[in-house]
């Protein structure tokens, strides 16, 4: 079945490069997602890469995928406290409208 | 535009009372989505609605109602609430390659 696995937390320095990973299981996938959660909040779209893409570059955020593996990752640049938060990766299941979400990693960030 | 809209904000309930949680979204989007979202577990899919009078069974739909009412407005009900369905609730709504969600209903069922 469907299945979408990242780390649980990541605590990183201010200023430092966060970098949350996350593995998928369906080679279907159309999109691939990255939602950031803020306490007491709900999803906000972060970015998201076509499943034929390699890299996507938004301003401090570089998301890699890599297909063979099924691997994306989210790497964030000098990375500030209000970058705190957690963060889900999500694939598109096959040719559906359906998200499956991972478990998120709750990024920390200490000065 | 307000996005996804969702109502109420908080809820306390009772084992065995009935509720209906609210969603409306103004982008005119064809499809909508409820969550759930628990400790340690991402979010499942409840139900979603592909589009306007259609629903379909998401992950974990058991214990749950929904109506789309219109393109606007797609609801959720419990009919009997369990403590098991304490949760944070979302909504979304999506574009061709997007969903957009919700602020959050917490629901407690004691």
């Known amino acids: 079945g469907e299945d979408v696995e990242q780390s649980l937390f990541l605590s990183v320095r201010e200023g430092d490069s966060s970098v949350i990973n996350c593995t998928y299981t369906d080679s279907s996938s159309t999109y691939l997602y990255w939602y950031k959660q803020e306490p007491g909040a709900g999803l906000q779209l972060l970015t998201y890469i076509f499943s034929n893409m390699d890299m996507k570059q938004d301003q401090r955020l570089t998301v890699l995928l890599n297909k063979k593996d099924k691997h994306l990752s989210l790497r964030i640049a000098d990375t500030q406290t209000g970058d705190s938060a957690i963060y889900f990766c999500a694939e598109s299941m096959g040719n559906t409208d359906k998200l499956i979400f991972g478990t998120g990693t709750r990024l920390q960030v200490f000065p | 535009n307000a996005g996804v809209t969702q109502t109420p904000k908080f809820q306390v309930l009772k084992t065995g009372q009935s509720m209906t949680l609210q969603c409306a979204q103004d982008?005119?989007?064809?499809?909508m989505y409820w969550y759930r979202q628990d400790p340690g577990m991402g979010l499942r899919l409840i139900y979603y609605?592909?589009?306007?009078?259609?629903?379909d069974k998401g992950e974990v739909p058991n214990g749950y109602n929904v109506s789309r009412l219109n393109k606007r407005e797609f609801s959720l009900r419990l009919e009997s609430a369990a403590p098991s369905q304490t949760s944070v609730y979302f909504c979304?709504?999506?574009?061709?390659?997007?969903?957009?969600f919700g602020p959050g209903t917490r629901l407690t069922v004691l």
């Open positions: 982008m005119n989007h064809n499809s």
């Open positions: 979304a709504s999506r574009t061709s390659d997007t969903q957009y």
């Open positions: 609605s592909a589009s306007e009078g259609t629903t």
